[in-house]
């Protein structure tokens, strides 16, 4: 079983990632895409005098969120493409700075998961598109209301007006939910459908996209290897996913 080992940790180059939006004081990116990880481990191994701003871990095996060491410098984490479930309830403090998280392409059907991120104080960009609970009727208001410092959901900036709307329906906080903010908090998604087939309108769309070729499938994952944007990573992991450009 692949595993996060200090020898892979150590072989692993980072580098310095300079176009990264809504992410400041760029730094060094550890990157462990596609080396099919289930688990998160022995973090703890990199050395103390190493800032690492970035996690990379996209395209892998990982089920559970979490098991993190505290690592103050890490500002961005790129976890899309695996099969995340689960949330540690205190994965906040393991990554008490984090601001930019994308989760795309992941299995979370549940806002109880989702809870966990809200001890994240300066969490301001996150990314769940392709994941059961966007499926959710009510889904982006109740995200928002979820996790009040966010200014990027899924690409859209976050409005004032969706706030206010979110505090209406849900409640001013945790503290003050409302029946409907309750009854949402304990939703799951049906996962008995890929959240990719969609509705009428999804079909339409399909119509009239562009169907990858295998020539177009090999460009885009390398241009994926060297994305460094969120908005990059999810619009040409979305073509991957679907087929389709």
Same mark, same amino acid.
């Given at each position: @079983?692949? *595993? ?22 760029? #730094?060094?990116? =550890?990157?462990?895409?596609?080396? &099919?990880?289930?688990?998160? /481990? ?12 970035? $996690? +990379? ?8 969120? !979490? ?12 976890? #899309?493409?695996?099969?995340? *479930?689960?949330?540690?309830? +205190? ?12 989760? $795309? ?7 109880? /998961?989702?809870?966990?991120?809200? !001890?994240?104080?300066?969490? /301001?960009?996150?990314?769940?598109? !392709? ?5 959710? *009727? ?11 410092? =966010?200014?990027?959901? &899924? #690409?859209?900036?976050?409005? =004032?007006? %969706? ?9 001013? &906080? ?27 309108? +999804?079909? @339409? ?9 295998? %020539?177009?499938?090999? *460009?885009?994952?390398? %241009? ?5 944007? =969120? ?5 040409? %992991? /979305?073509?991957?996913?679907? #087929?389709?450009?």
């Amino acid at each position: @079983m692949p *595993r996060i080992t200090p020898q892979l940790l150590h072989s692993t180059a980072s580098h310095t990632l300079t176009h990264f939006p809504h992410t400041p004081n760029l #730094g060094l990116t =550890l990157t462990l895409r596609s080396h &099919d990880i289930p688990v998160i /481990e022995n973090l703890e191994s990199i050395p103390s005098n190493i800032n690492i701003s970035t $996690i +990379d871990l996209t395209n892998n095996a990982i089920v559970t969120l !979490g098991n993190f060491p505290v690592m103050n410098s890490v500002q961005c984490l790129l976890t #899309g493409r695996n099969r995340i *479930r689960n949330i540690q309830a +205190d994965i906040s403090s393991q990554l008490p700075n984090l601001n930019s998280l994308s989760l $795309i392409g992941n299995k979370i059907d549940s806002f109880k /998961e989702l809870q966990a991120l809200s !001890g994240f104080k300066k969490l /301001e960009t996150l990314y769940l598109t !392709g994941n059961a609970i966007t499926e959710t *009727r009510g889904y982006r208001l109740f995200v928002i209301w979820l996790l009040p410092y =966010l200014k990027v959901l &899924d #690409g859209a900036k976050v409005g =004032l007006s %969706e706030k206010n709307e979110a505090s209406e329906l849900y409640g001013q &906080d945790m503290n003050h939910i409302t029946s409907l903010g309750k009854s949402m908090l304990n939703n799951q998604a049906e996962t008995s459908q890929s959240v990719s087939q969609g509705g009428d309108g +999804d079909e @339409m769309m399909e119509m009239i996209k562009k169907k990858l070729t295998e %020539e177009d499938k090999l *460009r885009l994952k390398k %241009e994926l290897m060297q994305a460094t944007s =969120l908005a990059e990573i999810e619009k040409i %992991e /979305e073509a991957l996913r679907s #087929g389709y450009v």
